[in-house]
Each structure stands twice: as structure tokens, then as C-alpha cells.
């Protein structure tokens, strides 16, 4: 156990004194430690995967949603009709930050197939205080996104919450799921014909099994 806090204690001051540009001290070390971070997360149990086993379609088609992107123009959801859809709530401190480089893995694998769309929030620990330019430097700067950010909102219940993830997180409206974000990082995949499919919590990678399986799936 000793060595253990010698080596996380090493590794922390490497990281400080490499610190990497465009980033904080602590996105720094965040990044440096994210795949500790992840085996922790596999090792204490993954929170629970949702999915619509019996494919319940929605009350309201998900292609009538509308948004800001991360420049302040219109994003219309209607020209994803075809693809599918991976939402995730981003955030640039937190331990999960580094699912931006799976991320965009992700959408490169899959091309035209697949549209990630990030959505910025300062929901949890105000783990996104920057504004909508800062986010998409950093983002840009230090993992290569290329794929959609929308301008930062806040996605968990309450008045406030942006209406994609009020889609995605009232059954009601979506057919079945009720699940808003449990942190940062949290995923939800729509089909090809606007069906919210799955919601895969912060615990699971962007590129996990269960991930790459649901977005094969006819």
C-alpha cells in the first residue's frame, strides 16, 4: 500500500512539473491519471446500462429537437435522421475528461455512420465554469475534437435543463427512460430512426464493448 502512495505521489509531481499546455494543473494531472481512473471505476462496479428491450418509440420524435451548438448557431436534429446519435454531458475537470480522446475515436471509427454529439455542463462540482470559446479551444487543443459541441447548458432535472436531454431523460416523452446524467460523461445512443436505444453511465468508455456492440446493432 505504501508503495503504492509513493508511486501515485511520483507520478502526481511528474505530472505537475510536465504540465501540458493549454491545460490546468489539474487537467493535467486528471489526463495523466484517467486510465487509473477508469480501472477504479471497472473495479468498484459499473453503475447500471440501460436499454429499451422492448423498443418503445417516443412520444416526440426526437428529429423535432432543436439547439445552439457551441458557436451560437442553430443545430437542428432533423439532419441526423439516418445515423445514429451518441449524446454524452461533457465536462473539462473532471476525472472522466479524458473520454473526449475515446470520443473522438469513436466518431472517426464509425464515420458517417455515427454523429457524437458533446454537450458542455457545469452540473456536477462546476467541473465546466469556462465559457463556450474556452471549451472549444480546450477540447479542440488538447484532444483533437472535431465532432459537434453544443453551447454549455445544464443537463440534470429542473427548470433549466436544455430539451435534448429532457428528451432523453423522461419517459413520457421518450417511451421509456427516465435516467438524467449521473455525472459527467454519461452516454445516451438513438438509432437510426430517432429510438433512444441505450443510456451507458460515466463508469463505461466510449470505446467499451457493450459501446461498440450497441452501435453495431442493426
Given at each position: 500500500?505504501?508503495?503504492?502512495?509513493?508511486?501515485?505521489?511520483?507520478?502526481?509531481?511528474?505530472?505537475?512539473?510536465?504540465?501540458?499546455?493549454?491545460?490546468?494543473?489539474?487537467?493535467?494531472?486528471?489526463?495523466?491519471?484517467?486510465?487509473?481512473?477508469?480501472?477504479?471505476?471497472?473495479?468498484?462496479?459499473?453503475?447500471?446500462?440501460?436499454?429499451?428491450?422492448?423498443?418503445?418509440?417516443?412520444?416526440?420524435?426526437?428529429?423535432?429537437?432543436?439547439?445552439?451548438?457551441?458557436?451560437?448557431?442553430?443545430?437542428?436534429?432533423?439532419?441526423?435522421?439516418?445515423?445514429?446519435?451518441?449524446?454524452?454531458?461533457?465536462?473539462?475537470?473532471?476525472?472522466?475528461?479524458?473520454?473526449?480522446?475515446?470520443?473522438?475515436?469513436l466518431a472517426?471509427?464509425?464515420?458517417?455512420?455515427?454523429?457524437?454529439?458533446?454537450?458542455?455542463?457545469?452540473?456536477?462540482?462546476?467541473?465546466?465554469?469556462?465559457?463556450?470559446?474556452?471549451?472549444?479551444s480546450f477540447?479542440?487543443?488538447?484532444?483533437?475534437?472535431?465532432?459537434?459541441?453544443?453551447?454549455?447548458?445544464?443537463?440534470?432535472?429542473?427548470?433549466?435543463?436544455?430539451?435534448?436531454?429532457?428528451?432523453?431523460?423522461?419517459?413520457?416523452?421518450?417511451?421509456?427512460?427516465?435516467?438524467?446524467?449521473?455525472?459527467?460523461?454519461?452516454?445516451?445512443?438513438?438509432?437510426?430512426?430517432?429510438?433512444?436505444?441505450?443510456?451507458?453511465?460515466?463508469?463505461?468508455?466510449?470505446?467499451?464493448?457493450?459501446?461498440?456492440?450497441?452501435?453495431?446493432?442493426?
Amino acid at each position: 500500500m505504501i508503495k503504492i502512495a509513493i508511486a501515485f505521489g511520483v507520478l502526481v509531481t511528474a505530472t505537475l512539473i510536465m504540465k501540458k499546455p493549454g491545460m490546468s494543473y489539474r487537467q493535467s494531472v486528471l489526463k495523466t491519471l484517467y486510465p487509473a481512473i477508469m480501472w477504479s471505476s471497472k473495479s468498484s462496479g459499473k453503475k447500471q446500462i440501460l436499454a429499451n428491450k422492448n423498443n418503445a418509440a417516443s412520444a416526440v420524435s426526437f428529429y423535432t429537437l432543436t439547439v445552439k451548438d457551441i458557436n451560437g448557431n442553430e443545430f437542428k436534429f432533423s439532419d441526423l435522421k439516418g445515423k445514429k446519435v451518441l449524446i454524452v454531458n461533457t465536462a473539462s475537470n473532471c476525472g472522466y475528461t479524458g473520454q473526449y480522446e475515446a470520443l473522438e475515436k469513436l466518431a472517426q471509427q464509425f464515420g458517417d455512420k455515427l454523429v457524437v454529439i458533446g454537450f458542455p455542463s457545469n452540473d456536477f462540482k462546476e467541473q465546466e465554469a469556462g465559457a463556450n470559446t474556452d471549451i472549444a479551444s480546450f477540447c479542440k487543443k488538447n484532444y483533437g475534437v472535431t465532432f459537434p459541441l453544443m453551447e454549455k447548458s445544464m443537463v440534470i432535472k429542473g427548470h433549466d435543463q436544455n430539451e435534448v436531454h429532457k428528451w432523453l431523460s423522461d419517459m413520457t416523452i421518450n417511451g421509456w427512460c427516465h435516467q438524467e446524467p449521473a455525472w459527467n460523461f454519461c452516454k445516451y445512443l438513438v438509432n437510426e430512426q430517432g429510438v433512444l436505444t441505450q443510456y451507458f453511465p460515466m463508469t463505461v468508455d466510449p470505446l467499451a464493448p457493450e459501446v461498440i456492440s450497441a452501435i453495431k446493432a442493426n
